[in-house]
């Protein structure tokens, strides 16, 4: 490395200021910034029973569409971070932003073997400073790291297809199982590998020797592929099929999931402008058709014109079967769905942007220094690094401690009204810090205190949330605010 770096001094002292803002870009004030509503007091939550309790987790969360689990390894991911934190929530979403600098690193480190210095510098840069790249690197959510594991896995299917190196076959599988875990649109990674496994299989059809390495290196990534799955094949065999239940609903109930015709989809327009404005023009909906038909037609004169068509090959079929995938997806495709293609859209960018900038002629020369300015100008301008925090962290703990002090040690039943939130965030806290939380299925005590977030439209008097009407009828004796937040205590009515 040090050899390296004394040969590549500008590369590394570029590459090191790239790696400085993407650290910096990521943890600038995290832990006001990163969210903390109900699926991340979940998360905490059953993370933290099982470093303190020892209890074991089988499943990880539920998907938002077709009820399916994940599997549990991101749970396994968190747990030593929120330990080193003792047990705060901001440590897992360090961690997340810490893997997100990572694959910023991995995608430089791709770019340039396969597009040369330049290209690969660029790649990395755009993905530094991405607004989108950002959000979904300073938060502890599933998704946040598909990126990385997305990244390594078409990395690893690459040395196997062009270098022969079978031993990253292993390594596939379980990067391919992260994947999976993270979020199940991992699925549309498979096609990708498989397709490039074959190439590989061809390449050496002849030769007895490595077809006998490759197939037992090959047996090896499934079997551990399988038992980092099989929590939830175990979970599974405990509940009568349910995940695999689900599974199937969604894929045979196609009116309102995906449409397994893709001649008859018209999604893949808006799927590919979604990617152009979310990943390329920070958000900004800027002559969207002819910015997307001038990438489409940069990448080919790319392909066309350089040598680096063997690893253009595997990058468009990783993005146009991607793309295909969720052009046949009916629901809405939020942006945190294209995390595994992350890389892919910042490698073709910087592939491009490296060709024409190294091409002969000072215009061509000045045309991608123009071009890679307004995109880092977009990315800036529009970040919101430096914008106004949410601090729902802060106002979770704070709401808090004010229930704490108020209820005056006695025990207390607690509800949340929420139009898009539930209580998990706040019944972290109120367990961490030993209140003397009763919940309203376990028995009705003397008082009730709600948390509103729905502003002036809140009416905690016989609101029929369930840990609420268990209460019974009551009147509100006192209430607070805390910034948008509402706190009420209630009493029963006599």
Not at 350 to 369: M, N, P, V, W
Request: charged share 15%; hydrophobic share 50%; aromatic share 16%.
């Amino acid at each position: 490395m040090i050899n390296w770096i004394k040969k590549n001094k500008l590369e590394f002292a570029l590459l090191f200021g790239i790696l400085f803002i993407a650290l910096f870009l990521r943890l600038f004030r995290i832990s006001e910034f990163m969210t903390f509503l109900g699926d991340e007091g979940r998360d905490v939550r059953i993370v933290r029973d099982l470093i303190t309790k020892g209890n074991l987790v089988f499943i990880g969360p539920q998907t938002s569409i077709g009820n399916m689990y994940l599997g549990p390894l991101y749970y396994y991911l968190m747990a030593p971070a929120l330990f080193l934190s003792g047990l705060n929530p901001v440590g897992p979403a360090i961690m997340v932003a810490l893997l997100g600098v990572f694959t910023v690193y991995l995608t430089w480190y791709v770019g340039r073997n396969w597009f040369g210095k330049v290209a690969g510098l660029i790649a990395a840069l755009l993905f530094a400073i991405s607004p989108v790249a950002i959000i979904y690197s300073r938060s502890s959510w599933n998704p946040n790291p598909m990126p990385l594991f997305s990244l390594l896995c078409i990395w690893g299917i690459y040395q196997v297809w062009q270098h022969k190196k079978y031993f990253w076959l292993p390594l596939v599988g379980i990067f391919y199982a992260f994947a999976m875990q993270m979020h199940y649109l991992g699925l549309l990674l498979a096609p990708v590998l498989g397709l490039f496994w074959l190439f590989s299989l061809l390449q050496i059809k002849k030769d007895k020797e490595l077809k006998s390495r490759f197939f037992k290196k090959t047996l090896i990534a499934i079997l551990l592929f399988l038992l980092l799955m099989s929590p939830l094949v175990l979970f599974d065999l405990k509940h009568s099929g349910m995940n695999y239940n689900a599974f199937k609903a969604f894929f045979t109930d196609r009116q309102t999931t995906v449409n397994l015709n893709p001649a008859k989809s018209d999604r893949f327009l808006p799927v590919i402008y979604t990617t152009v404005t979310d990943l390329v023009l920070a958000r900004q909906e800027i002559y969207i058709p002819l910015i997307s038909a001038a990438i489409f037609l940069l990448s080919l004169l790319v392909f066309i014109k350089s040598k680096w068509r063997t690893a253009l090959k595997l990058l468009f079929a990783w993005l146009i079967l991607a793309l295909l995938g969720l052009g046949v997806y009916k629901q809405h495709v939020y942006i945190h769905y294209l995390g595994f293609i992350y890389p892919a859209i910042y490698l073709l960018l910087g592939a491009i942007l490296g060709f024409i900038s190294t091409r002969k002629g000072l215009i061509l020369k000045i045309l991608a220094a123009i071009l890679l300015t307004a995109l880092i100008f977009l990315n800036i301008k529009y970040s919101s690094t430096f914008g106004n925090p949410n601090r729902q962290l802060q106002r979770t703990e704070e709401a808090v401690d004010l229930i704490i002090k108020e209820s005056k040690g006695e025990p207390f039943n607690f509800g949340l009204i929420a139009k898009q939130n539930y209580d998990e965030s706040y019944r972290y806290f109120l367990e961490n810090k030993k209140a003397n939380l009763v919940r309203g299925e376990v028995k009705i005590v003397d008082q009730l205190f709600v948390i509103c977030e729905d502003g002036d439209k809140c009416q905690p008097e016989g609101n029929p949330d369930w840990q609420i009407a268990v209460f019974g009828p009551s009147h509100v004796v006192s209430m607070w605010q805390i910034d948008y937040l509402k706190i009420y205590r209630l009493e029963h009515t006599k």
